[in-house]
């Protein structure tokens, strides 16, 4: 596999010389020049197909998004619209370990995911962060059933309960206790 080809003369060193072997090539532009080769056009996904591909997605601020990938991979996704348009940039990995259900930003530098009912808070150090950028993994509580998960200001959180949980409300701050309904 050779992804994101530049050219012809790139890959054409690559390609093995019998015939008992098969190449996939991924190019932004056509690579005509390569004897041989078939063609097969892809269109560009939808932002809404796009995004499908990810479980969770947690907005940073007005032009950067995390998502997490359903193998627990984090990636940072930059938006750049105007009035006539809305694209995507390319994500950048930002590591692994990431399996959360739900994902928030408080706005004040707190991310905070929950999965399998644990809740746990990590601190942004950028607007675009990379990986060094999220530190802090602190675990709140567990035994959460949440259907959606948002921030209402610095350190606070709105979480309607799923149908036939009990629901709790109020700041982040870690546990001290057991958990209550």
């Not at 097969?40 to 932002?47: G, I």
């Not at 802090?136 to 998960?149: A, M």
Request: overall charge negative.
């Amino acid at each position: 596999m050779l992804d994101d080809a530049a050219n012809e003369q790139q890959v054409r060193p690559l390609l093995p010389a019998g015939s008992d072997c098969a190449v996939l090539i991924t190019a932004r532009d056509r690579l005509g020049g390569l004897a041989g080769a078939r063609l097969t056009e892809l269109d560009v996904l939808a932002p809404q197909e796009a995004l499908s591909l990810f479980t969770t997605i947690g907005t940073l601020n007005f032009s950067t998004v995390l998502v997490t990938s359903a193998a627990g991979h984090p990636y940072r996704v930059g938006i750049i619209t105007n009035n006539t348009s809305l694209v995507f940039s390319k994500p950048v990995d930002l590591g692994e370990g990431w399996t959360h259900d739900l994902l928030t930003y408080d706005g004040s530098g707190h991310l905070f995911g929950i999965a399998d009912g644990t809740l746990r808070r990590y601190n942004i150090g950028a607007a675009k962060p990379n990986a060094s950028h999220i530190t802090g993994n602190t675990l709140i509580d567990t035994g959460f059933t949440l259907k959606t998960l948002g921030s209402t200001g610095p350190d606070w959180l709105r979480a309607p309960r799923a149908p036939g949980s009990c629901s709790r409300t109020g700041s982040t701050a870690p546990a001290t206790g057991p958990a209550t309904s």
